[in-house]
């Protein structure tokens, strides 16, 4: 685990993207095509800003969240629409970007049904993770119903869960596909995530999902 941190948070917006710009590019040199899979929530929306109009081979990229909550992508709580306002935007936008909501389904028949196609686009190439004050990490919540099967050695390339108090399913990349990332990046905010990450190593994978992925990663830091 590599920790870098940074004056402010526009500093580190622009360095992250800059970085995996390069790692993308540098990926497309030995593949035909290269799977690059980023969170949703406000933390990366300033990276996606500035990666957005890099000017890469985008249509040979595949774009994939790292959860999903189970709300039509015009709802205001999706990371989809996420994507489309701050990332699928000018050059980015020839990027082949796989939604995990499908209308009809819930949460687990949509994991189901998708899971082979993600499992065909493994492994991730880039990775960016989030992480809440609580240590979660996609939607591996700790405690979360589903949570067991999602960290599991053998676990589906996606996993609906649930979490206790929010009204809302959710659909995630499992443990297995996030700790296969060719290369891992975590972006965190503030000192309260600070200790949270601090805390995480010493814990439980279930207490701490994200310290069960973060093998090989770098950590971007800023207050």
């Known amino acids: ?14 360095d992250v993207a800059n970085v995996l710009a390069g790692q993308l590019k540098n990926a497309l040199l030995s593949h035909d095509s290269v799977t ?7 933390t990366p929306g300033p990276i996606f800003d500035s990666l957005s109009g890099v000017n890469l081979d985008w249509d040979r990229i595949e774009l994939l969240l790292t959860d999903e909550r189970w709300v039509a992508p015009d709802h205001e ?5 996420l994507l489309r306002q701050r990332l699928l935007v000018g050059p980015a936008s020839a990027a082949h970007f796989t939604p995990f909501y499908v209308g009809g389904l819930t949460a687990a028949e949509a994991a189901e049904t998708l ?12 990775l960016v993770l989030g992480m809440g004050s ?20 053998d676990a589906p390339a996606l996993c609906a869960v649930s979490v206790a108090g929010q009204d809302i399913d959710r659909i995630t990349l499992s443990r297995r596909v996030l700790e ?16 949270a990450l601090d805390r995480a ?23």
């Open 201 to 223: 190593s010493a814990l439980e994978a279930h207490l701490a999902p994200i310290g069960a992925v973060l093998d090989e990663a770098t950590i971007h830091w800023a207050a």
């Open 1 to 14: 685990m590599n920790l870098k941190e940074y004056a402010d948070r526009e500093v580190l917006a622009m």
């Open 134 to 153: 609580d240590m979660h990490t996609a939607s591996l919540f700790p405690g979360a119903q589903g949570l067991e099967a999602a960290m599991a050695a």
């Open 180 to 195: 296969g990332a060719m290369s891992k990046h975590l972006v965190i905010f503030g000192d309260e995530k600070r200790a």
């Open 77 to 81: 709580m999706s990371n989809a629409g």
């Open 115 to 126: 899971s082979l196609e993600v499992e065909a686009r493994l492994p991730l190439n880039v």
């Open 36 to 42: 690059l899979a980023v969170p949703g929530g406000t």
